[in-house]
């Protein structure tokens, strides 16, 4: 599966903004997938996660009740719904699929093995 991420561009603290990435080469309906970002001089971090079927999510505690990530299978296409945007929010955001190893398993700690090449998002004061 190829991932292309878009959306991310310079917003203002406080603003909103919506991430998408596309599915293409097959349906992402097979895969867990999550977003993850990485800012200037850290490392990447785990931002929100989603299972197969949309009905289970996961979302960082610095994100947590600010975005949303849902997908849209008919579209083959994951989304990421930033609010209340701050500055530590700035990094480059990068979508990736996986698929879990046991039944039971956490979006955290997914092996995800594809990835998008990223959209950056930066938010100023």
């Known amino acids: 599966v190829q991932l292309q991420a878009s959306g991310g561009g310079v917003v203002q603290a406080g603003d909103s903004l919506r991430l998408s990435c596309d599915g293409s080469?097959?349906?992402?309906?097979?895969?867990?997938m999550a977003w993850f970002r990485q800012a200037p001089g850290k490392e990447r971090e785990f931002v929100s996660g989603?299972?197969?079927?949309?009905?289970?999510?996961d979302h960082a505690d610095s994100v947590k009740g600010r975005f949303f990530i849902s997908r849209d299978t008919a579209k083959n296409t994951l989304y990421l719904r930033m609010n209340n945007l701050k500055l530590d929010d700035t990094a480059v955001y990068y979508c990736?699929?996986?698929?879990?190893?046991?039944?039971?398993?956490?979006?955290?700690?997914?092996?995800?093995?594809?990835w998008g090449r990223g959209t950056l998002v930066t938010v100023s004061s």
């Open positions: 990736a699929a996986g698929r879990p190893s046991s039944v039971y398993y956490s979006l955290r700690s997914v092996n995800y093995r594809y």
């Open positions: 080469r097959e349906s992402l309906s097979g895969y867990v």
């Open positions: 989603i299972s197969f079927r949309g009905d289970s999510t």
